[in-house]
């Protein structure tokens, strides 16, 4: 018997999968390519690749894997695959094609990169949590500023010869406005889920975080939007184009040390666009481009080639973990668009990014036609909050709408006003957070004897809307106005 080539005990025994076809069929795969698809193998040999192995979904690559096939060049490029034992596995693919003899044979390796991914994710969200904690700081230092005026024109109108003026009012309510606004922004880009995708308009959402985005770069930078009203909508992930928008608005304002400009602009694609881009899907009519131009320190040639390399930094700060346009790749790929960067030593930097347009908004995307008032009511509500503040003032609305309410600072003290008057009650409005027992388990408690009883809860934690008989009742958000929670209640006793 002779023993096997050095070389096939090295291709069969590498942890690296490999594969070799020609043009029709497998000829050979190790036990690493075999483990990684999850087929046995010996049924791999003799089989089509694309019945072994097939790429997701990508246009893009396989439109480049065919061209470089065509060309008989090498390909490499990272793709997610569908394998035959039905799972997918995202990889780094590399084929190679040797000629031998008369025929064209193609090596095949696929680098497993499901490890790499969920270190790469657990950096990347630990990333958001950077960008999270400098929104922190910003916004607390902003929330004193509201709670300065709320408070400070509270103090003055307590003392009776000074009447607050109508002015003074508008000044309270725009701080007020101001302050549930960047809490909303701040949980909407804090909160980890997966990519939701909606059509959404890009110059809502960058005309929206202007304000956020400039508390990153500092006082020495300026911050401009030129946005073009004529854009499309795209098809993407809200909390996704914020973080491609901080990571970028961050980057811009390292490079300018001494100062400079930032303008993050919308337009739509001219046509000699197109063929910059290898790959780019000539089915799609339009791309809308958005771009963060800096006029900064700009790139080395070197520094270009590696942009997007994971932990590729030039910074010296240990902040700095050089994931930051890696992340922006990927997401902008998983959106179906490309990236373009500009940028020359000493001249400034531009990062385009291509998404395709949607070619109509859907109507769900339309604002809904403003609500009439709500209508008052003259139903008994009990009302329960812990906060004696939200009571108090919940209270006070609820009544000027010409409900009688019955109000209590727990579940403990509501559980005992409802034994006494429980047959009067129409409503119950509830906090869900409280100490002792929760609104929920209160709303539970007090339907199992009134099953008549209407419930809305009112809360301040998104978190909450997930308990079961939240999702059942009426729901309304903290902070609320008068007019929400009459109209909200209304809403409830009718339903
Ligand atoms: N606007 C820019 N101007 C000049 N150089 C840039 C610009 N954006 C990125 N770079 C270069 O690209 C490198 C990689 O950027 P990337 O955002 O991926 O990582 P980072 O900013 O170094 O670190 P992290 O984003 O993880 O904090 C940077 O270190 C920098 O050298
Ligand atoms: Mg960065």
């Given at each position: 018997m002779t023993?096997?080539l050095p070389?096939?005990?090295a291709?069969?025994?590498?942890t690296?999968?490999?594969?070799?076809?020609?043009?029709?069929?497998?000829?050979?795969?190790?036990q690493?390519?075999?483990?990684?698809?999850?087929?046995?193998?010996?049924?791999?040999?003799g089989?089509?690749?694309?019945?072994?192995?097939?790429?997701i979904?990508?246009?893009?690559?396989?439109?480049?894997l065919?061209?470089?096939?065509?060309?008989?060049?090498?390909?490499?490029?990272?793709?997610?695959c569908?394998?035959a034992s039905?799972?997918?596995?995202?990889?780094?693919?590399?084929?190679i094609?040797?000629?031998?003899?008369t025929?064209?044979?193609y090596?095949?390796?696929?680098?497993?990169?499901r490890?790499r991914?969920?270190l790469?994710?657990?950096?990347?969200q630990?990333?958001?949590?950077?960008a999270?904690t400098q929104?922190?700081?910003?916004?607390?230092?902003?929330?004193?500023d509201a709670?300065?005026?709320?408070?400070?024109?509270?103090?003055?109108?307590?003392?009776?010869?000074?009447?607050?003026?109508?002015?003074?009012?508008?000044?309270?309510?725009?701080?007020?406005?101001r302050?549930?606004?960047?809490?909303?922004?701040?949980?909407d880009?804090?909160?980890?889920?997966?990519?939701?995708?909606?059509?959404?308009d890009l110059?809502?959402?960058?005309a929206?975080w202007?304000?956020?985005?400039?508390?990153?770069?500092?006082?020495?930078?300026r911050?401009?939007?030129?946005?073009?009203?004529?854009?499309?909508?795209i098809?993407?992930?809200?909390?996704?184009?914020?973080?491609?928008?901080?990571?970028?608005?961050t980057?811009a304002?390292?490079?300018m040390p001494?100062?400079?400009?930032?303008?993050?602009?919308?337009?739509?694609?001219?046509?000699?666009?197109?063929i910059?881009?290898?790959?780019?899907?000539e089915?799609?009519?339009?791309y809308?481009?958005?771009?963060?131009?800096?006029?900064?320190?700009?790139m080395?040639?070197?520094?270009?080639?590696?942009?997007?390399?994971?932990f590729?930094?030039?910074?010296?700060?240990?902040?700095?973990?050089g994931?930051g346009?890696?992340?922006?790749q990927?997401i902008?790929?998983e959106a179906?668009?490309?990236?373009?960067?500009?940028?020359q030593?000493?001249?400034?930097?531009?990062?385009?990014?291509?998404f395709?347009?949607?070619?109509a908004?859907?109507?769900?995307?339309?604002p809904?036609?403003?609500?009439?008032?709500?209508?008052p009511?003259?139903?008994?509500?009990?009302?329960?909050?812990?906060?004696?503040?939200?009571l108090?003032?919940?209270q006070?609305?609820?009544?000027?709408?010409?409900?009688?309410?019955v109000?209590?600072q727990?579940?403990a003290?509501?559980?005992?006003?409802?034994a006494?008057?429980g047959g009067?009650?129409?409503?119950?409005?509830t906090?869900?957070?409280?100490?002792g027992?929760?609104?929920t388990?209160?709303?539970q408690e007090?339907?199992?004897?009134?099953?008549?009883?209407k419930v809305l809860?009112?809360s301040?934690?998104?978190?909450?809307?997930?308990?079961e008989?939240?999702?059942?009742?009426?729901?309304?958000g903290?902070?609320?106005?008068?007019?929400?929670?009459a109209?909200?209640?209304?809403?409830?006793?009718e339903?």
């Open positions: 023993s096997p070389q096939s005990l291709a069969e025994y590498a690296e999968p490999l594969l070799v076809t020609d043009s029709d069929r497998v000829r050979f795969a190790n690493a390519f075999a483990d990684l698809v999850g087929v046995p193998q010996a049924e791999i040999e089989r089509g690749i694309d019945q072994i192995v097939t790429i979904d990508e246009p893009m690559v396989v439109e480049r065919r061209n470089a096939l065509r060309q008989g060049q090498p390909f490499r490029g990272e793709a997610t569908h394998t039905g799972g997918t596995v995202p990889v780094e693919m590399t084929v094609p040797v000629v031998s003899g025929e064209t044979l090596v095949v390796s696929g680098l497993d990169l490890h991914k969920r790469e994710h657990k950096l990347w630990s990333q958001r949590l950077d999270v929104l922190v700081d910003w916004i607390s230092h902003e929330m004193n709670v300065q005026v709320i408070a400070g024109f509270a103090e003055l109108s307590g003392q009776t010869s000074r009447q607050l003026k109508r002015d003074d009012i508008r000044v309270i309510e725009r701080a007020s406005r302050a549930t606004r960047m809490l909303s922004q701040l949980l880009f804090a909160r980890r889920r997966p990519a939701a995708r909606t059509p959404i110059n809502e959402v960058i929206q202007h304000d956020l985005l400039e508390p990153l770069i500092g006082a020495d930078i911050l401009f939007a030129d946005l073009d009203p004529a854009a499309p909508p098809f993407a992930d809200r909390g996704e184009i914020q973080h491609i928008l901080i990571n970028l608005v980057n304002r390292d490079a001494g100062g400079g400009t930032v303008t993050i602009a919308t337009r739509m694609t001219k046509p000699d666009e197109r910059k881009f290898e790959g780019l899907d089915r799609l009519a339009e809308v481009v958005m771009s963060v131009t800096d006029t900064g320190i700009g080395t040639a070197e520094t270009k080639a590696n942009l997007f390399q994971p590729f930094t030039t910074k010296g700060d240990p902040g700095a973990r994931l346009l890696a992340t922006v990927e902008v790929r179906g668009g490309l990236l373009w960067v500009r940028s030593p000493d001249a400034g930097t531009s990062v385009e990014i291509h395709p347009a949607l070619a908004v859907t109507p769900a995307a339309r809904a036609p403003p609500a009439a008032p709500p209508r009511g003259n139903e008994t509500i009990l009302l329960v909050d812990d906060d004696p503040g939200v108090r003032f919940a006070r609305g609820l009544e000027l709408y010409g409900y009688q309410v109000a209590a727990s579940a003290e509501a559980t005992a006003i409802a006494e008057r009067e009650i129409a409503l119950l409005v906090d869900v957070m409280m100490p027992q929760r609104g388990g209160l709303a007090l339907l199992a004897d009134w099953p008549h009883l809860f009112i301040g934690y998104s978190g909450d809307e997930s308990a008989v939240v999702r059942r009742a009426a729901y309304l903290k902070p609320f106005s008068i007019e929400e929670l109209g909200a209640a209304r809403g409830a006793l339903t």
